[in-house]
């Protein structure tokens, strides 16, 4: 699958049009109307946020794409998300069932990496190492033989976005 050419089809639909909106004043301007624009979306979000408990995170790539506009999801959208990912990865083990199946692939993972380097051992170009059979790359080779990610964390974000068993309510509302 070609995930590029899906990001830049998203990026470019969620792109602002260039016919509008643009001042026909200085730089200036636009960069005081944009951080104008950005800060009142930020406060949105903040509001929005605050009724579910949640704080924004430092590190969101999408919270800073709706407050700088470059995202076509709606606020609501932004905050359904963060719960989401809050459920899954919060802490406090809201969802037993994603952390038993993410468990459950990392064993499996390790199991797979020590089948591999058994078939490896004897190739290894120190004979004396106490890795033989271990190379560089062989935890990826083995999570694409289980997952079917080289990346872990591939793996796990296509098992968050995918997943669908959510509570009715919150539990930490």
Not at 67 to 75: E, L, Q
Not at 118 to 141: A, T
Request: charged share 30%; net charge negative.
């Amino acid at each position: 699958q070609d995930y590029g050419a899906e990001y830049e089809a998203e990026e470019a639909a969620a792109a602002p049009n260039p016919k509008f909106g643009k001042p026909k004043n200085t730089k200036e301007t636009a960069s005081t109307t944009t951080s104008t624009t950005n800060a009142s979306r930020g406060k949105l979000l903040k509001k929005e946020l605050a009724k579910y408990n949640l704080t924004r995170r430092k590190h969101s790539k999408l919270c800073d794409a709706f407050v700088k506009g470059t995202t076509n999801k709606s606020v609501e959208e932004v905050v359904d998300v963060m719960c989401r990912m809050k459920y899954l990865y919060g802490g406090y083990c809201y969802c037993k069932e994603f952390n038993k199946e993410i468990r459950e692939a990392e064993d499996e993972i390790d199991r797979e990496v020590d089948d591999i380097a058994e078939q490896y051992k004897g190739y290894n170009s120190d004979p004396f190492s106490e890795f033989e059979g271990y190379y560089r790359g062989i935890r990826g080779d083995a999570c694409r033989e289980v997952t079917g990610y080289y990346s872990f964390a591939d793996y796990k974000l296509d098992v968050a976005n995918s997943w669908t068993a959510f509570p009715e309510q919150w539990p930490w509302i």
